[in-house]
């Protein structure tokens, strides 16, 4: 009965296509029937799912649905990136748990394979991306979703710190050296991400505060550097706030013995 009702649901709201990959959801256009709602979609807790250059990413994803009559399944979670990204999970793949008798939460895991053929191809991944589904109710009311929600993907930032010399006069230079790369989907590896703004903060030794020192602008190939004068014991590290595209990313801070 439940495969039977999943394809006439199918069949009046949201269209299937097969791939060369496989079977996935068709992007559709909004539709339902009945009194049925979707409530809540969250990803990742909330936060851009983060990908490096060649590790697979998971991230949860939660749709909360109501319906008088009970939730009976959620057909399928669909992500849509810029064309030709997208990722896809199956209703076998789909755990619902009731909240109510008329709410339930159902929960899968979405991945993100920066070296796939398919699914997830390139730096034009990060990007904003839009999540599909199909909820069905116990008496056949369902909902479909082209963006019941939208998330971020993100490349991955690496940032260093490197103060010298160490030991150092106090009121002398220090030289603070860094550097700034991303993943690079493309080549799955990491590269220098260029002409970026990034901050350099100090902390006293015995302080648990880093304050703001000056703002440093990323060469072509993503170096850093910079100098401050020596005037204490302690630490400094680089901070990048990220963009669109980039995670945010702190170095760990190098510490400076001032004599």
């Known amino acids: 009965m439940r495969a039977t009702m999943r394809l006439a649901l199918l069949g009046a709201g949201a269209a299937l296509v097969t791939t060369a990959m496989g079977a996935t959801a068709a992007r559709a256009a909004d539709g339902g029937s009945g009194n049925i709602t979707i409530d809540k979609v969250v990803v990742n807790g909330g936060k851009p799912v983060v990908v490096g250059a060649t590790r697979v990413v998971s991230a949860k994803v939660s749709v909360t649905a109501s319906d008088d009559s009970g939730i009976a399944e959620t057909s399928y979670i669909s992500a849509w990136g810029p064309h030709p990204n997208y990722a896809q ?3 076998d793949e789909i755990t619902c748990v009731k909240v109510s008798a008329t709410r339930s939460t159902c929960t899968g895991t979405l991945t993100f394979d920066p070296q796939a053929s398919t699914g997830f191809v390139g730096n034009s991944a990060a990007a904003t991306w839009r999540l599909a589904t199909l909820v069905s109710a116990n008496d056949y ?3 479909h979703r082209d963006a019941a ?3 971020k993907v993100q490349r991955e930032a690496r940032l260093t710190t490197n103060a010298s010399p160490e030991p150092v006069r106090k009121g002398r230079t220090i030289t603070v050296n860094g550097l700034l790369s991303r993943a690079d989907w493309d080549a799955n590896k990491y590269t220098g991400y260029a002409r970026q703004k990034v901050t350099l903060q100090y902390r006293k030794k ?3 505060t880093y304050t703001d020192v ?3 602008t990323s060469s072509s190939t993503g ?3 910079t100098t401050v004068t020596a ?3 302690g630490y400094f590290r ?3 706030a990220g963009t669109s595209t980039t995670a945010t990313v702190t170095s760990t801070g190098d510490f400076v013995d001032v004599r």
């Open 206 to 208: 015995n302080s648990s």
């Open 231 to 233: 005037s204490a014991d």
């Open 89 to 91: 999970i199956w209703d």
């Open 141 to 143: 009311d369902y909902i």
């Open 149 to 151: 929600t939208t998330f």
């Open 238 to 240: 680089y901070r990048f």
């Open 214 to 216: 000056k703002t440093v």
């Open 223 to 225: 170096s850093l550097k």
